[in-house]
């Protein structure tokens, strides 16, 4: 039987993405997504847990998140679950876990990132070009005034 390795995650940004230009015109950014649940506990107090996520994008959608996502952004992501072992200079053995990003959404206004105005779609993620299977952002921003507001007649 196959297995399935999905993740779906709403968060956001803790940083700026941190991108890289390899060889080959190769792009990878790694983004920090923070994921943050409340509930009450049994005496009735509000407890926030955040968990920190370390998300891997290549190539078309590392290039939109150099140009678009910022530190506060939110972003909706689908990927799989990815893990790295090897050995420390010490001879001890080290593992890390990470996102490989296969679409992303941005969510949020414009400025979210900075006045952390009213959630509404900004971008979303589509089928890029030549038969890749990551995904990148495929459709305009959504252009609005500098005070927040558009000109939508509703």
């Given at each position: 039987?196959?297995?399935?390795?999905?993740?779906?995650?709403?968060?956001n940004l803790g940083?700026?993405?941190?991108?890289?230009?390899?060889?080959?015109?190769?792009?990878?950014?790694?983004?920090?997504?923070?994921?943050?649940?409340?509930?009450?506990?049994?005496?009735?107090?509000?407890?926030?847990?955040?968990?920190?996520?370390?998300?891997?994008?290549?190539?078309?959608?590392?290039?939109?998140?150099?140009?678009?996502?910022?530190?506060?952004?939110?972003?909706?992501?689908?990927?799989?679950?990815?893990?790295?072992?090897?050995q420390d200079d010490?001879?001890?053995?080290?593992?890390?876990?990470?996102?490989?990003?296969?679409?992303?959404?941005?969510?949020?206004?414009?400025?979210?990132?900075?006045d952390e105005g009213?959630?509404?779609?900004?971008?979303?993620?589509?089928?890029?070009?030549?038969?890749?299977?990551?995904?990148?952002?495929?459709?305009?921003?959504?252009?609005?005034?500098?005070?927040?507001?558009?000109?939508?007649?509703?």
């Amino acid at each position: 039987m196959a297995g399935v390795n999905k993740v779906i995650l709403i968060g956001n940004l803790g940083a700026d993405p941190e991108v890289k230009h390899l060889e080959g015109d190769k792009v990878v950014a790694n983004l920090r997504l923070a994921t943050t649940e409340a509930y009450k506990d049994r005496s009735g107090n509000r407890v926030e847990n955040t968990e920190w996520h370390d998300l891997e994008l290549w190539d078309g959608q590392a290039r939109v998140a150099e140009q678009y996502l910022k530190k506060g952004s939110q972003i909706y992501v689908e990927g799989k679950i990815k893990s790295d072992t090897w050995q420390d200079d010490q001879g001890n053995n080290r593992k890390k876990i990470r996102i490989r990003v296969l679409s992303f959404t941005m969510l949020g206004s414009r400025n979210a990132a900075q006045d952390e105005g009213p959630s509404g779609m900004e971008n979303s993620a589509g089928n890029s070009g030549g038969g890749n299977r990551n995904q990148v952002a495929s459709g305009p921003a959504v252009d609005s005034e500098e005070d927040g507001t558009d000109d939508l007649p509703f």
